[in-house]
């Protein structure tokens, strides 16, 4: 069962990766377009205009038979759209993966205990997933992180959270200590603070220390678009795993940025948009949190 879950998390995701690559192609940063104008309309070239068929969309597929040229312009294609729909359906398979695997959610399974809940909370993090692709290639492209998704985001964070918290109170099978991606070795520590709490903490102290090097470094270090995607990773994770997340984005950054000046492709004072690290340091949490976190504790 998980293995056919996963297979279609895959194909369910090559399609959304598709319907992310039509958003942040048609996303411009200097012009107010509502999301139904981003969304509607059939899609066409970006060179000759000419409306393509819908054997042309196929995700991956209509890529590697047209040879990444337009049927019938032959330019190139943009490599953004094989890439985006690849790795959207990887963390959307991964994700079912992860939640159909981690230990609290394994043991209703495996009882046959399985709620409500656990549902809705799986289609969240799929949303999660969307709005974090979405913002961090809007990110690379442009060097800005749209409030409107943002806020979207932030709305649903809201209203998961406060599900989780009444979910929890009524004691349907849900994880007294929360939804943890950490492992068994900080629970003890999560059921010391109220869920509500916890996602809310997340928020203020993710977002509070972005705030301070965006106003210490006068944004020239932190962009306030990454304070408010600090406020977004806050609420969807907790404060724990927030915390994680927000360590490993500034590693894996740190990485980034020392091998692009090795290159010589950045200097010091070059722009790097920081958004897709914060979004890599949640799905890293999410599919490696808990291997992290025993790894470190192995050192003692």
Same mark, same amino acid.
């Given at each position: 069962?998980?293995?056919?879950?996963?297979?279609?998390?895959?194909?369910?995701?090559?399609? !959304?990766?598709?319907?992310?690559?039509?958003?942040?192609?048609?996303?411009?940063?200097?012009?107010?377009?509502? %999301?139904?104008?981003?969304?509607? =309309?059939?899609?066409?070239?970006?060179?000759?205009?000419?409306?393509?068929?819908?054997?042309?969309?196929?995700?991956?597929?209509?890529?590697?038979?047209?040879?990444? $040229?337009?049927?019938?312009?032959?330019? $190139? !294609?943009?490599?953004?759209?094989?890439?985006?729909?690849?790795?959207?359906?990887?963390?959307?398979?991964?994700?079912?993966?992860?939640?159909?695997?981690?230990?609290?959610?394994?043991?209703? &399974?495996?009882?046959?205990? #399985?709620? %409500?809940?656990?549902?809705?909370?799986?289609?969240?993090?799929?949303?999660?997933?969307?709005?974090? &692709?979405?913002?961090?290639?809007?990110?690379?492209?442009?060097? &800005? &992180?749209?409030?409107?998704? !943002?806020?979207?985001?932030?709305?649903?964070?809201?209203?998961?959270?406060?599900?989780?918290? @009444?979910?929890?109170?009524?004691?349907?099978?849900?994880?007294?200590?929360?939804?943890?991606?950490?492992?068994?070795?900080?629970?003890?520590?999560?059921?010391?603070?109220?869920?509500?709490?916890?996602?809310?903490?997340? /928020?203020?102290?993710?977002?509070?220390?972005?705030?301070?090097?965006?106003?210490?470094?006068?944004?020239?270090?932190?962009?306030?678009?990454?304070? $408010?995607?600090?406020?977004?990773?806050? @609420?969807?994770?907790?404060?724990?795993?927030?915390?994680?997340?927000?360590?490993?984005?500034?590693? !894996?950054?740190? #990485?980034? /940025? #020392?091998?692009?000046?090795?290159? $010589?492709?950045?200097?010091?004072?070059?722009?790097?948009?920081?958004?897709?690290?914060?979004?890599?340091? %949640? %799905?890293?949490?999410?599919?490696? =949190?808990?291997?992290?976190?025993?790894?470190?504790?192995?050192?003692?």
């Amino acid at each position: 069962m998980l293995e056919y879950l996963t297979i279609i998390a895959f194909l369910v995701g090559l399609g !959304i990766g598709s319907f992310i690559n039509v958003i942040t192609i048609r996303f411009q940063p200097d012009q107010n377009i509502s %999301f139904s104008k981003l969304v509607s =309309g059939r899609s066409r070239c970006s060179f000759c205009f000419h409306q393509l068929k819908w054997y042309d969309l196929i995700p991956i597929f209509s890529f590697i038979f047209l040879k990444g $040229k337009c049927r019938y312009c032959g330019k $190139k !294609i943009s490599w953004q759209y094989p890439i985006v729909e690849f790795l959207t359906a990887l963390i959307f398979s991964g994700i079912v993966y992860k939640f159909l695997t981690l230990e609290s959610i394994r043991l209703l &399974i495996i009882t046959n205990s #399985i709620s %409500f809940w656990l549902i809705i909370a799986l289609l969240i993090f799929l949303f999660y997933a969307v709005i974090l &692709i979405i913002v961090s290639i809007i990110d690379i492209r442009h060097y &800005i &992180i749209p409030d409107k998704f !943002i806020f979207w985001g932030i709305v649903v964070a809201l209203l998961t959270d406060g599900f989780f918290y @009444l979910t929890s109170l009524k004691n349907v099978n849900f994880p007294s200590c929360g939804l943890n991606f950490l492992g068994s070795y900080l629970n003890y520590f999560n059921c010391q603070i109220n869920i509500l709490v916890s996602y809310l903490l997340g /928020a203020l102290v993710i977002s509070g220390f972005l705030f301070l090097i965006y106003a210490l470094t006068k944004e020239k270090g932190m962009g306030f678009g990454d304070v $408010k995607l600090g406020i977004l990773i806050g @609420l969807m994770l907790g404060l724990t795993n927030g915390i994680l997340a927000l360590i490993l984005a500034f590693i !894996i950054g740190s #990485i980034f /940025a #020392i091998i692009l000046m090795v290159l $010589k492709k950045k200097n010091l004072k070059a722009m790097i948009p920081f958004g897709p690290f914060l979004s890599l340091g %949640f %799905f890293t949490v999410i599919f490696f =949190g808990s291997n992290i976190i025993e790894s470190y504790l192995s050192l003692f």
